[in-house]
């Protein structure tokens, strides 16, 4: 069996990948042609949607939002962010390594529907007041830039390119790459929810400075592992690259702000209007996933505000995917299609076979992206100063860059970088997670799901996940080798040689019955942390990937703790 996906990066090519503009899988968008005066019209437009709903549109703004904006995951263009899913084949795909980190919970269940039809309840985290004094308080995006709910879905020309059909809802769709390659296209969802309080990008991460937003992300990767092709390279050129993004926000009326499909999509696409649902901080929220006549529907319920968000992953609403056109073929289109669940059960078998991580029904969080800096060059992004807290500062090094200055953060007046934080020294890496004081904010909190025709049942098994092996694997800074499964740690090692001083982890507490909290533990609501950063267990050995002709091969991504049962049933 072929063993080598991708191969391991040492941090000195890692930085001249950095400068090629690359590593990580927080993205740009790509912008086709963009002069100037409409990229400081966009800005401009996107600042206003942030700051309050814009009341009226100017024409130059009109201009600004129908101009092409496209994600690359592999590509930083300009400073917008976007999370890709990692795949599982970086080097591959992309040239380096790309992985970011993201801890989550997973369900199992073998009931039918499960794998289609979710609901959680989750508690929006609330920050502390604002602080004049630099980096006195803790917010929601220095700790986690984004958290989301997953589902793996139907794609017919995303990989892996053996079968031309999917059948929607079904656990025919369950093929382990390891006994075929005959599995059928798939795609992933992201319902990504965005912190409020931060300004350094146009779109994509914070939709104004007191309010969290949400979107709905469809990825799909237009690779064949069999083969080895992919989508060919002038096309690749024009939307970004081989895994792509159809995005829309949630919205009060359903109807996305732009198109999402990702050979159309627009700065329009990546900013919010009047009609994009902005929930609270510290709002209930009922989070709802299901297959419908017309395709996958997210359903968001504000409890607190009284106010519903949907977005439908539907032809009807610009929904597409790319015609699989490889080199030497030169085109690039798109067909309206309409995305529906691929599976009936939700199981270790049910999975998107391309990406990093073997989830369906999951919770994960996009953390590891955030790291103080005393100076910034606005200009190019990157730490001119010295990375860390105040009174604990040290020179910047290769994962300080996608940075902002203090003028573009709206909640505490710091500089700092958001790329991944290989180094594993930022804020997520410290017990700087809610802990009960008031100067951390509070945790998001949110149910196990539940399934049935009336939300009512719970999944049999839950799990903790943690994708430290890729992380420590590709880049990190110890021995680690995620096919032999030696040497990767629950608590990574910095770029100083020793252990990170803090990994987050879940624990339960009795709000709304049972609920998982995600940090560190809080003193009167925590009631269960299972061993803290050690419950995310083992190697998770087994799960086998396509290779060249067919091949399977195996690797271990994440650290797995599969319970027997539910821990926290809703």
Known sequence: MERHAFRPVSRHTRRIAVACGAAGLIV???VPALTSNVANAANAANAAARSQPATKTTSTATLASSTPMHVGCDNWGSKVMIQCPDVYNPDTAFGHYVGHDEPGVWAYSKMPGSGNRAQWVLTLPKDPPPNPAPGANVYAFETHIAFWFGMALCASQSYPEQLSTCTADSDSNIVDPKVSDQHAGSAYLELQFYPPG????????????????????VWSYYYNPV?????????????????LDNYAFVQRNGVPTGPPDPLHSTAATFTPNNET?????????????????????????????????????SAANGFAQMVFAPSPSTECASTPYTYHPMYSTAGPQTRATWTAYPYNIAYSDETGHFQYCSQVDESTGTCTGEEGAPGAQQPADADDYLCFGADQSTLDPISGCVAPNY?????????????????????????SPLTGPGYDVNYQQEALAAPLPFNEYGGGNQKCDIYTETGCTLLPVTDDGTPAAFYPFFSTTRLGGCSWMEGTDIRGLTVNDFGGHSQYGTYNSGVYYTGPNGTPFTYASDFLHVFPDNPCRS
């Open 28 to 30: 740009a968008l790509s």
């Open 198 to 217: 931060w300004a350094p990008f146009p779109s994509g991460v914070s939709c104004d400075a007191k309010h969290w937003c949400a979107a709905m992300n």
């Open 227 to 243: 083969t080895g092709q992919e989508l060919n390279t002038a096309c690749q050129s024009q939307v970004g690259g081989i895994e």
């Open 277 to 313: 649902l902005l929930m609270n901080q510290g709002d209930h929220v009922v989070v709802r996933i299901s297959d419908s006549q017309d395709g996958l529907t997210v359903k968001l319920v504000d409890v607190n505000r009284a106010q519903t968000g949907t977005m439908t992953a």
């Open 423 to 447: 180094g594993f020294d930022g804020p997520p890496y410290q017990d700087d997670w809610p802990n009960g004081q008031p100067n951390r904010g509070t945790p998001v909190i949110f149910s």
